[in-house]
């Protein structure tokens, strides 16, 4: 018995290294080989490098390349402004419908982003739906580089509430508690105590909304052209989708992209790492949250205007317009139709298909992505040596490419004519894809997660006559299961809504909720797309709260160690 | 139960490769998506043949294509820009074939290698309820009642804007780069394809579209909502959508059944539903045909040549 238990941790590093490998680092392989082979998709290596210089030289790219970084931090400076104080006020105090709130702020992650920047189009633009309530219109504000970094940050902000809220957590008050003890007063004490041990969980979670802000494409591709910026992942896409196509320049493309991020990747490590931030040693927390008191009222009102913001209008604006009979006829009892939903519940019809087939897609993302990340971040924050080194620098390429340029790279690299079997045309490449696309969050939750878990925790349980996998089993991964189950809530979310992976890799015949809807607007009518959405967006949440209320049903103590 | 019984089903239909059904063909379409499936559904009644529909875009279909070139899934492609045919035919991608049904399909929209599926034209979408004047030509959106309020498609984005901005250079020389320049002047946007351009003008922020594509907005016309199609008699530009077969199927003889499918009576009734003009000239439309246009004739093969210097100049004069 003794004997076999190197051989089973041996086996999950392999196994993680095995996944990463085929999920992410083919794809970039083959966008990198791409990059630096113009004729690399026709098979051939001709004209080596020609293009390379391209990424300095080309006015258009240098262009695209401001524009995201601008973009990028004004929306994690937003996400900041919205997500930080309630996500601090939900880690530390007993927050009425606390996990309610979870749920509310979860809503952003099931609006396809380009659906809530149409919704708030709809809403804002001249005779939109504000001018019909309230007579004025805020088009002109909307339609700027403000606009763009303000819709993008309602679809983001969340991210930053969930690992603020979670990472607070993690560090519980007991380390506040001591400082108390100690003389510190309360604002002290969290200034200089809890707010530098959640340093990690704050730093992963900018991070992730940073790669999202310079990945994101619905917001940019919907309103920024009316404001006549371009960021790189529309120009990539153009690139993709403009008649010829010019696989080489997105690659090229992407290339930049990847580099941002890895630099944004370096920054968060070297936050998280320069210091010990082990906040979880085993002894008993205190679970008890702080109470609000006379402060309940002004926080409870806090939620409510951000999620009116955030969550409330864009929604509102979608279920209107969903049931609308005509556009024009705006918002009006009279205006007021049905019929546009019938489509989607006829039975057998595509509409019903593509929520099937979303559904379980999104499932199986969520369990594959989280067990892939267990054994990715108990190798690299426990494990030792160059593997380590080189598992945490897999685990962060999926962060560092576009959604539409891993599909190509998936494309590139399944559909080659050597292969004897592929799973390409298939729904399964699209589980690759999205596990690819995905990986990322479960790894950076886990992996911060655990960086707060001491290491005496293993050993004492190593002491006690527990073997490797049942103290994997038993301790460390008891103890990251609140992120865990916060990162597959996530990555169920968002995957039961994924379009652009979806649109390059959905075998013909396959449709699913991401496509169903962009098909809509681009062809059906807005109003039928809206109602899926709104379909979409019903049952996910639905699917989320039952999660959630099972949690509280099972107790905090066995989740939140 | 049944639901079970469904859900195993979309299971398996999916997770099966397309070429272990023992009878079907892919079929790659630009929109409209409604009457992809609407085809595919008739045609597997008739013929037992399952049809595999990826509908995307003209530009998504195209990349899908480059992408899989390697190893192509396709056997069938319908695409929205005459120019994309013709450049597959010259990369030597396409099947000869000619249908016996497209007897009826008038000379300039067939080839040996491609054939015409349906048309449809551009013209401007207007408002009714904007409370700005009717518009009789394209000149008319640069008056002073249009200020800041037309869109455009992004001819980057939509052939079919393309392809006006090459007939009216072709009808009126400088003449229509000026006509832009003013329609910029006017305030007009560039916003993206061409739902991205329609849609504003549904719900009444704008009020016309200059080079809107005419069956997408008869649909919404027909939906209820108060747009009108107005073709300038001073003449507008048709776009035909090729239907082709890719040389690398592997079943040639279900993807001319197809193409005969599309073509036949039924076929083209399905077409004409969507409000598109039918290829063929003896089945009737359900809106204004070839005939009751004047049409601008545009030569594809230069065009396509000079498509990035056009862009670029229609970059210019929109100030992007």
Redesign the interface.
């Known amino acids: 018995m003794r004997r076999a238990l190197p051989s089973a941790s041996a086996l999950m590093t392999i196994g993680a290294a095995a996944a990463l490998l085929v999920l992410v680092a083919l794809p970039v392989a083959f966008i990198l080989l791409q990059a630096v082979f113009p004729e690399f ?3 051939s290596l001709a004209g080596a490098f020609s293009r390379l210089p391209m990424i300095v030289e080309d006015p258009r790219l240098l262009t695209q390349t401001r524009n995201t970084l601008v973009l990028a931090f004004s929306v994690m400076l937003g996400c900041l402004v919205f997500g930080l104080p309630i996500g601090v006020l939900r880690g530390l105090f007993d927050i009425p419908g606390a996990r309610l709130w979870d749920v509310v702020f979860l809503i952003p992650f099931l609006i396809p982003p380009f659906i809530a920047a ?1 919704a708030w ?2 809403t804002l ?4 739906y504000l001018f019909q309530i309230a007579g004025f219109d805020m ?1 002109r504000q909307l339609f700027t580089f403000a606009g763009v970094a303000f819709v993008m940050t309602l679809n983001l902000f969340p991210l930053v509430y969930f690992a603020v809220s979670r990472s607070l957590e993690g560090v519980g008050g007991r380390f506040a508690a001591a400082a108390r003890v100690s003389g510190a007063g309360p604002l002290r004490a969290f200034w200089l105590i809890t707010l530098p041990l959640s340093i990690p969980g704050i730093a992963a979670s900018l991070l992730i909304v940073f790669a999202m802000a310079i990945e994101e494409f619905g917001t940019p ?2 309103l920024a ?2 404001t ?1 910026f371009e960021v790189l992942v529309t120009g990539i896409y ?1 690139r ?6 010019d ?1 080489n320049g997105a690659a090229l493309g992407s290339v930049i992209l990847m580099c941002l991020v890895l630099a944004a990747f370096f920054v968060q490590n070297w936050v998280a790492t320069r210091r010990s931030y082990v906040a979880q040693t085993g002894k008993p927390a205190n679970l008890d949250k702080a109470q609000l008191g006379l402060w309940t009222v002004p926080v409870l009102l806090l939620f409510t205007v951000v999620a009116t913001v955030g969550v409330v209008i864009p929604l509102a604006a979608i279920v209107a317009t969903s049931f609308m ?6 918002l009006s009892w009279d205006n007021f139709d049905t019929r546009h939903y019938q489509p989607i519940f006829r039975a ?1 019809s ?1 509409a019903a ?1 593509a929520l ?2 979303s559904g ?1 897609l999104a499932t199986v993302t969520a369990f594959v992505t989280a067990a892939i990340a267990a054994a990715v971040a108990v190798v690299v924050v426990r494990g030792e040596g160059r593997g380590r080194q080189a598992m945490d620098a897999l685990s962060v390429l999926p962060n560092a490419i576009p959604a539409i340029v891993l599909a ?1 790279g998936v ?2 690299a399944w ?3 050597f292969l004897p079997v ?1 799973l ?5 490449i699209l589980l690759v894809a999205y596990a690819a696309i995905l990986l990322p969050y479960p790894i950076r939750y886990a992996v911060a997660r655990l960086r707060q878990i001491g290491g005496s925790l293993d050993d004492a349980a190593r002491v006690a006559g527990a073997s490797q996998p049942q103290v994997l089993g038993h301790v460390l991964l008891p103890l990251m299961a609140p992120s865990l189950i916060a990162a597959m809530m996530l990555v169920f979310a968002i995957a039961s809504r994924e379009l652009v992976a979806s ?2 890799l ?5 449709r699913t909720v991401g496509t169903f809807v962009f ?8 109003q039928t797309g809206m109602a899926m959405s709104t379909i979409a967006i019903a049952i996910t949440s639905t699917i989320l709260l039952a999660v959630n209320l099972w949690l509280d049903r099972r107790g905090g103590s066995a989740f939140s160690g | 139960m049944l639901r079970h019984l ?2 195993a089903a ?2 398996a ?7 272990a059904l023992a009878q079907s063909i ?3 379409t630009a ?4 009457l992809a ?1 609407a085809i595919a559904e008739a045609f597997e009644a008739e013929t037992g043949i399952r ?10 279909v ?3 294509l ?6 192509p ?2 056997d069938v492609v319908i695409s929205a ?1 005459w ?2 045919a013709v ?1 597959l035919h010259e990369r030597g991608m396409l099947m000869e074939y000619v249908s016996p049904n497209a007897a009826m399909v008038p000379d300039f929209l067939k080839h040996s290698h491609y054939v015409a599926q349906g048309i449809s034209a551009l013209a401007m979408a207007w ?1 009714t ?1 904007s409370g700005t004047p009717r518009p009789a030509d394209w000149s008319d959106l640069a008056g002073p009642e249009f200020r800041d309020l037309v869109t455009m498609p ?1 001819p ?2 939509s ?1 079919s804007a393309f392809d006006l901005i090459v007939g009216l250079e072709a009808a009126r020389g400088e003449a229509a780069w000026e006509l832009l320049a003013a329609l910029h002047a006017n305030q007009m ?8 351009a329609l ?2 003008v ?5 009020a016309a579209v200059f080079g809107a594509v005419d069956y ?1 907005a008869y649909g ?1 016309a027909e ?5 009108e199609v107005i073709v300038p008699d001073s003449g507008t530009v048709i776009a035909p959508r090729p239907m082709m077969i890719l040389a690398s199927t592997a079943n040639p003889d279900a993807a001319k059944a197809f193409i005969d499918f599309t073509l036949s009576d039924a076929g083209q009734a399905l077409v004409a539903e969507t409000f598109l003009m039918p290829a063929r000239t003896d089945v009737e439309g359900r809106r204004p045909g070839i005939a009751e246009l004047t049409v601008i004739e545009v030569d594809e093969a230069a065009a396509s040549a000079r498509r990035d210097e056009i862009i670029a100049r229609f970059n210019t004069v929109m ?2």
């Open positions: 998709a026709r098979g149409i189009m709809m633009q001249p005779r939109g088009g591709a919907a052209s009316r006549g153009n993709l989708s403009d008649f010829p196509i696989l009979g005509t556009i024009a006829g705006g057998g595509r298909q099937v087939t379980w190509v494309i590139l559909n080659s004519p592929t390409y045309g298939t729904t399964a649109i390059m959905a075998p013909a015949g396959v098909a809509q607007f681009e062809q059906g009518s807005v | 469904t859900l979309t299971l239909a999916g997770l099966l490769p397309a070429a892919t079929v790659y929109g409209p998506g409604d499936d049809v595999n529909v990826f509908q995307g875009t003209t530009g998504q195209m990349a899908r480059e992408a899989e070139e390697a190893n899934q396709a820009s120019g994309s450049d408002n309820q992004d980057a984005q052939g946007i560039v916003p993206g394809p061409n739902a991205a849609n504003p549904l719900q009444g922020a704008k997408i919404r939906q209820g909502e108060p747009v100030g992007r």
